[in-house]
């Protein structure tokens, strides 16, 4: 665990900053709940309530995830876009990801329309957060000729099966 090395205002806290720090990482990394994180710092000898770790996480989770955003390395330029059906109480929608060559997941987003407005509205978004990429690598759907020529017109499109298989491989999770 890093702990970021400033964290605002720790005066009038009964416990130190490395407990509060690994109180709120532990929340927010491993997904846990206050009964989790207070079971946890319980077998440390910790004694600490629910409410003190949800008031700790309110406080000072915003500065983790600063942190953790600042310090988290550049998204590489070449892109990898797909999209797969995901039924929703019955409903067909479409979830279009972007990953980029280090496998980190660029965004998400849940439409109902698999088409070429659907596949512009995603990459605008993804030029909006990240900038314009150098490569975009695709499956073989038509509806992201005309955004990616439109909105990324520098980018090199490749459109192949075979090479999209980083972000085919990474479905599986979803």
Not at 34 to 52: F, N, W, Y
Not at 81 to 103: H, Q, T
Request: charge should be positive.
């Amino acid at each position: 665990m890093k702990i970021p090395c400033t964290m605002p205002g720790l005066t009038g806290y009964r416990f130190p900053r490395e407990i509060v720090a690994y109180a709120v990482w532990a929340y927010h990394r491993f997904a846990l709940s206050t009964a989790d994180v207070e079971d946890l710092l319980a077998e440390r000898g910790v004694m600490v309530s629910r409410e003190t770790v949800r008031n700790w996480v309110n406080r000072f989770g915003r500065h983790f995830a600063d942190c953790i955003k600042r310090d988290r390395p550049s998204t590489s330029d070449k892109w990898h876009l797909d999209e797969v059906v995901v039924p929703i109480n019955g409903v067909k929608f479409w979830l279009w990801r972007a990953v980029d060559a280090n496998g980190n997941v660029l965004d998400i987003l849940v439409q109902k329309q698999r088409n070429a407005k659907a596949a512009s509205r995603f990459l605008k978004r993804l030029i909006d957060r990240h900038g314009a990429p150098r490569v975009v690598i695709t499956d073989k759907l038509r509806s992201y000729i005309r955004p990616i020529c439109n909105l990324a017109a520098n980018a090199d499109h490749r459109a192949h099966k075979g090479l999209n298989n980083r972000i085919e491989g990474s479905h599986r999770p979803t």
